[in-house]
């Protein structure tokens, strides 16, 4: 009977690449996943600080619009206590004499 050998070391040596390969594989899949998330990520920042200008510009105007209504409250106001009060009311326009 003839005896058959079989060489310890490419079976060895089979098992290390095939294990080798399969560690690449998930680092490469970890690497697909990570780069989405972190371009998902860098989106999401881009649209909440553009929604932050947005909000900072619709504050400002809501500021800017505010003080304007104050003014012209307080203005309305004085007329009016001017109008009740003294008896005054606003000259019409071909009232007014503009010197120069």
């Not at 003839?2 to 680092?27: C, P, Q």
């Not at 504050?59 to 005054?88: D, H, P």
């Given at each position: 009977?003839?005896?058959?050998?079989?060489?310890?070391?490419?079976?060895?040596?089979?098992?290390?690449?095939?294990?080798?390969?399969?560690?690449?594989?998930?680092?490469?899949?970890?690497?697909?996943?990570g780069?989405?998330?972190?371009?998902?990520?860098?989106?999401?920042?881009?649209?909440?600080?553009?929604?932050?200008?947005?909000?900072?510009?619709?504050?400002?105007?809501?500021?800017?619009?505010?003080?304007?209504?104050?003014?012209?409250?307080?203005?309305?106001?004085m007329?009016?206590?001017?109008?009740?009060?003294?008896?005054?009311?606003?000259?019409?326009?071909?009232?007014?004499?503009?010197?120069?």
């Amino acid at each position: 009977m003839a005896r058959g050998y079989v060489s310890a070391k490419k079976e060895m040596a089979y098992g290390h690449t095939h294990s080798a390969l399969l560690i690449i594989g998930i680092l490469v899949v970890f690497a697909f996943i990570g780069f989405f998330i972190m371009s998902t990520h860098n989106q999401l920042r881009e649209d909440l600080i553009e929604t932050l200008k947005k909000d900072k510009e619709v504050m400002e105007t809501n500021s800017r619009l505010k003080t304007e209504l104050a003014g012209i409250t307080q203005a309305r106001f004085m007329e009016l206590k001017a109008k009740e009060r003294l008896g005054l009311k606003k000259p019409k326009e071909e009232e007014v004499l503009v010197l120069r």
